[in-house]
């Protein structure tokens, strides 16, 4: 096992949070967990297929990033993209159709657990290759500054948070964009999910430089290395990076450092990782250290806390059922959504 | 009515549509202060402003992928590939994003981009440089292909590939560039998915498309001469084929050649041919016959360039010698 790396100091406590905002980022990252958990059970009961790919112990990076967007702003995701649409707003219901296969799923069955979009919610989309969904994002995060520069659009302020792995950060489309994103100063975030793990390969294996936040200062960007197991540390980073971006200042690149406790994806016998390395993280379960995050500073109490619990696990069984009970997309609309105009 | 020459007329085009609808751009590389490699976008960067023809870095796949991204939420861009070679270096976007993401996403967005460049054979620019994408492409769902051979269509298409709300592949000649003729001066577009009959006949069905028609106009000259009456048809659309007007020749003069420039193997001659046969056999006299290109890199000796492909006597030679074996 490679030394791991030294995490950045965040001290929660001193950060402020209202009671409301704090539980509204527990509840997301509940959903998160307890959806994935679902999927996991689905897949091994042979009710879902395909390549399934959870998100377990980045909850943290999810929540704290698109927890601080607008609901008008936009989210790009990757071939993991089940968690980013429901914190992106896309209700777990329809995600949860769509990995049915079901017309009820938000990409209407066409798409599957790695093709998850919403146009009502501004979810661009999961992307199933390493880095496509970069460009994509870059094009939204154009859109926002063509509004606002080329038409005279003041309200167009939006901003677009792109995510992708550890893996994608030696991929061309990386380097690519974030040129074009710092010359043209486009109002995006670059976050990295460095879970240290590309499948079976090692990040430290595939990277000549391991701090991938570093890579930012070649383009005259901030780059900033947060504890992605701490949503209270990425919610700080994320919230300036939103402000940087809407005021028209240009991309910031965030690397958060965590930790996928599954296999890369449902399919994956996990045989590479040690046991010591996945215990260590584990014992830096995100959701856990906000709960007492939460109890600490009085912004809840354990009532309160499974409360939430309790309410999400109803909204997951009654995804399930939903997604059970949808009807399969009819066979005659099998070339349905080629065109646009058909 | 005012003579234009080709690449003027694709200009005209996108300024015209720039000027209607301002959410229409423009981006590639040296398409701004450059003004394009074949002027096609020359002075517009002065007209429009640097984020409406926007000068991209050399990077394809990202500059294409961006148009994606803006076409999804809510922008017209029109993609310039400098030499449409280059959109191999692309073609991840081009077919994973561009293509199939309309179909992915269960409808949730629509890719209303052009993606329009120089490609085909010119004159001994090299292998990289002398490429014939439409059949790389033609295998991808959701895209629409389109081939432009004269100022007229060339315009009248261009306008209709913007307003289009998805995908289209928009091929231009290197060679055609500077084709002249005599443009309406009203505004007009051309279908794109509808062929165009060059030259009525009756003996035989010359299909063709971007350079080649200009190939077969030619041959036909000598074919008049021996008193052969063939009908041309200028594919256009390449996806979707219209096979309504081609099935409508075959209908009438039972015989078909192909003339392409795409290479032979997988080609577009190669999925007419298929596709003739399954609606159309019972109306053939003779079996279908394809002039393309030799499956070869494109070799940059210039007599070898010419052998690569078809040649106007080899085209008269291919239809005298099918309108000969007439029972």
């Known amino acids: 096992m490679v030394q791991e790396r030294t995490l950045p100091q965040f001290h929660a406590p001193a950060a402020q949070i209202a009671p409301e905002e704090g539980l509204r980022l527990y509840e997301d990252m509940i959903l998160g967990r307890f959806f994935e958990d679902k999927c996991a059970e689905m897949y091994y009961r042979g009710k879902m297929f395909g390549f399934v790919h959870l998100y377990n112990g980045q909850e943290a990076v999810s929540s704290g990033v698109i927890k601080s967007l607008r609901s008008d702003d936009y989210v790009c995701s990757t071939y993991r993209d089940h968690v980013h649409a429901l914190s992106a707003g896309v ?64 309200n167009a302020d939006q901003v677009t948070a792109c995510f992708f792995g550890d893996g994608t950060s030696n991929n061309g489309q990386f380097f ?12 995006i975030l670059f976050v990295v999910e460095n879970n ?147 | 009515m005012a003579e234009t020459l080709l690449f003027n007329a694709l200009r005209e085009a996108i300024d015209e549509e720039m000027g209607r609808d301002d959410t229409v751009f423009v981006l590639g590389e040296d398409v701004g202060v450059y003004g394009g490699s074949y002027k096609v976008t020359k002075d517009l960067y002065n007209k429009y402003g640097e984020l409406r023809v926007l000068d991209t870095p050399i990077a394809e796949n990202s500059f294409t992928g ?53 490609g085909g054979v010119g004159r001994q620019l090299g292998a990289e440089h002398s490429q014939r994408l439409e059949a790389y492409f033609q295998a991808v769902p959701g895209l629409k292909i389109v081939a432009c051979s004269t100022p007229y269509n060339a315009k009248g298409l261009l306008k209709a590939a913007i307003r289009d709300d998805n995908p289209v592949l928009f091929f ?21 998915d509808k062929a165009e009959i060059v030259r009525p006949g009756k003996d035989v069905t010359i299909l063709t498309y971007s350079r080649m028609r200009h190939h077969v106009t030619q041959a036909v000259k000598g074919l008049e001469k021996k008193g052969i009456d063939p009908e041309v048809i200028d594919l256009i659309s390449l996806k979707p084929l219209d096979f309504d007007t081609i ?22 001659g190669a ?10 056999f019972d109306e053939l006299d003779a079996p279908v016959v394809r002039l393309s290109s030799q499956d070869i890199p494109t070799p940059y000796n210039g007599k070898l360039e010419t052998l690569t492909i078809v040649q106007p006597k080899q085209i008269e030679a291919a239809v005298e010698n099918m309108v000969a074996l007439k029972v």
């Open chain 2, 172 to 192: 231009e000649h290197v060679l055609l560039y500077n084709l002249k003729e005599e443009l309406p001066n009203h505004e007009y577009v051309v279908p794109l």
């Open chain 2, 66 to 118: 961006m148009a994606v991204g803006a076409a999804m939420t809510g922008l017209r861009p029109i993609i310039e590939g400098m030499n449409m070679g280059f959109l191999l270096l692309a073609f991840n976007q081009i077919a994973n994003n561009a293509g199939m993401l309309r179909y992915t996403s269960g409808g949730n967005y629509k890719i209303p981009m052009v993606i329009r460049g120089p």
């Open chain 1, 91 to 154: 209700p777990a219901k329809n995600v949860m159709a769509e990995l049915f296969g079901k017309e009820t799923g938000c990409s209407k069955g066409r798409g599957g657990s790695m093709h998850l979009f919403s146009s009502e919610h501004n979810m661009l989309g999961g992307f199933a290759f390493i880095g496509e969904g970069i460009p994509v994002a870059l094009g939204a995060a154009f859109q926002s500054r063509y509004r606002r520069d080329a038409l005279g659009d003041s």
């Open chain 1, 196 to 342: 240290k793990w590309a499948i079976g390969m090692a990040h430290e294996r595939a990277t000549s430089q391991p701090e991938i936040y570093k890579k930012a200062a070649v383009f005259g960007m901030p780059g900033v290395e947060v504890d992605g197991m701490d949503v209270m540390a990425v919610r700080e980073v994320a919230q300036q990076a939103v402000a940087r971006a809407r005021a028209g200042e240009g991309p910031t690149l965030i690397e958060a450092l965590t930790y996928r406790f599954r296999g890369h994806s449902l399919a994956d016998p996990d045989e590479l990782r040690s046991k010591a390395e996945k215990e260590a993280w584990l014992a830096r379960d995100p959701i856990k250290r906000f709960e007492g995050y939460l109890l600490e500073q009085n912004l809840a109490d354990e009532g309160t806390l499974k409360e939430v619990r309790d309410r999400i696990q109803t909204r997951i069984d009654d995804a399930l059922t939903f997604a059970e009970e949808s009807p399969e997309p009819s066979p005659d609309d099998l070339y349905k959504y080629i065109f646009a105009d058909e």
């Open chain 2, 271 to 280: 999925e007419i041919i298929a596709s003739i046969n399954d609606r159309y």
């Open chain 1, 176 to 187: 690519e964009c974030l040129n074009m994103a710092a010359l043209w100063k486009l109002p």
């Open chain 2, 247 to 268: 099935g409508a020749s075959i209908k009438k003069t039972h015989r078909v050649i192909i003339v392409e420039e795409c290479m032979k193997t997988g080609g577009i």
